[in-house]
């Protein structure tokens, strides 16, 4: 069995937050959010990192992160441009933004030779999920089935106080495995309640309390690359009618598509853990009290890497 590979989606330059969100400092040592993930995903028995990144952020990258991470683990880059596109197709004029989660993944087809993980490289997700996801990677086989996992969160563990966020809303069986996955890009506290809009706030559904999302924390096999490349093209040809600008082809769609079609099944790996992330600039604090609270605690070193970089 191949050893799992680390997928980082860094491309993202945090247009909501207003900068590089990726990798403004966290720690009180000048650690990064992803330094705290990679941290764990090592413990957790993963070898080889590959970062997905946009060229124009290459250079700093590679200085805060890419070059200390090369001494503890396997480096390997990939880059989401908005114009890596199939033959035939152009980007429409105005567009600046990539084209989401999944045409991400596929940026990275020509360096992952093995089952991989996904994660976003500006959210925490604790030290239980790179455990769970590794072990199942380890260990799971595709057969009549693409054999797929994600690990799944609850709902109010996976909020911030500062603004929206976007979010895998899941049903799982009985059993844990997922049925249905829909993405609510505009999930907020509204009172006591989180709710999603998808008319501009015109109107407003509560998410039941207790539900699992995706955090993009998924396990793949490599199927998912030619599924996410054969669908690449019907995705584009609606978004360059109907939404040219904005329009974005995510994970949880492929996924969603592969589970209707019985082609694919998903283990949701449930972790108890609280997401912290800096989608805005005021999550920030919050982040930087948790990484100091849980080194209190003893779940980190005060040096992450020391006698490593």
């Known amino acids: 069995m191949k050893e799992p590979v680390l997928v980082v989606m860094a491309a993202g330059m945090g247009s909501r937050y207003g900068g590089p969100k990726q990798i403004d400092p966290v720690g009180d040592n000048g650690e990064i959010i992803i330094d705290f993930s ?11 990192v590959v970062f997905l990144i946009k060229k124009s952020i290459e250079a700093d990258f590679k200085e805060i992160i890419g070059d200390r991470m ?25 567009r600046g933004k990539p ?21 976003n490289a500006d959210d925490y997700y604790g030290k239980d999920a790179f455990r769970l996801i590794y072990d199942y990677l380890l260990h799971s086989r595709d057969d009549e089935l693409y054999r797929y996992a994600m690990v ?7 909020l911030t106080d500062h603004g929206h966020v976007a979010r895998g809303v899941c049903v799982a069986t009985p059993d844990g495995f997922l049925q249905d996955i829909h993405e609510r890009t505009h999930i907020e506290k509204r009172g ?8 501009g706030g015109s109107s407003w559904i509560t998410v039941p309390r207790g539900s699992t999302v995706s955090m993009n924390l998924w396990g ?25 600008l904005k329009a974005e082809f995510f994970l949880p769609t492929v996924v969603d598509e592969l589970l209707k079609s019985e082609k694919a099944s998903v283990k949701v790996l449930q972790s108890p ?37």
């Open 152 to 158: 799944g969160y609850t709902l109010e563990n996976t």
């Open 192 to 199: 006591d309640a989180a709710q999603y809009t998808e008319d």
């Open 273 to 309: 853990d609280r997401w912290y992330g800096v989608t805005y600039r005021e999550d920030k604090p919050v982040v930087v009290e948790a990484i100091r609270r849980m080194r209190k605690q003893g779940i980190y070193p005060d040096k992450l890497w020391e006698g490593n970089t």
């Open 220 to 244: 793949f096999s490599e199927s998912i690359l030619e599924e996410i490349a054969a669908r690449f093209p019907a995705f584009l040809d609606n978004a360059l009618k109907n939404n040219p």
């Open 99 to 119: 084209w989401g989660t999944a045409h991400a993944v596929l940026c990275c087809r020509e360096v992952i030779d093995a089952p991989f993980a996904v994660i």
């Open 70 to 94: 090369s001494k503890i683990i396997e480096v390997k880059y990939a880059y989401q441009e908005v114009d890596e596109l199939p033959p035939g197709y152009r980007v429409p004029q105005g």
């Open 38 to 48: 990679l941290y764990d995903a090592v413990k957790a028995g993963f070898k080889k």
